[in-house]
């Protein structure tokens, strides 16, 4: 991963680094896995604002990741990294032996389609 400076166009980005990661993958998530995140701009079932300064930000789709990790010996591959919106970590599309696909979070150092990165 290389860390890239952002060139100082305004005050805000004058001390703006970057991480870049080139082994993310750039296409769309794996469908079946992701989901609708919807926002409610701090408003509750009555529309009234219940908590102030939240809304605006980009529209995100929630992925669902398996934190329970719970497909002891079962032989599986990394198939590709991912970023990640909803949370500071990429994750990782694992397919299991058995044809299933699951998104981990992404320890670090974790690589895809290499032998060495099979877990348990």
């Known amino acids: 991963m290389a860390v ?3 060139k100082p166009t305004s005050p805000g980005r004058r001390h703006v680094v970057k991480v870049v ?3 993310l993958h750039k296409g769309k998530p794996f469908a079946p ?6 926002k409610s701009g ?8 219940t908590t102030r300064h939240i809304g605006g930000g980009h529209k995100q789709a ?7 990790r719970n497909k002891d010996g079962i032989p599986a ?8 919106p909803n949370r500071s970590a990429n994750i990782a599309l694992v397919l299991y032996k058995d044809g299933e696909r699951r998104y981990i979070l992404a320890p670090k150092g974790l690589k895809s389609w290499r032998p060495d990165s099979v877990w348990r």
């Open 62 to 68: 929630y992925r669902i990741v398996d934190f329970k």
């Open 21 to 23: 990661n080139p082994e």
């Open 42 to 49: 701090g408003r509750n079932n009555n529309g009234r604002i």
């Open 77 to 84: 591959v990394v198939e590709r990294l991912e970023y990640d």
């Open 33 to 38: 896995l992701v989901e609708k995140n919807s």
């Open 4 to 6: 890239v400076k952002c």
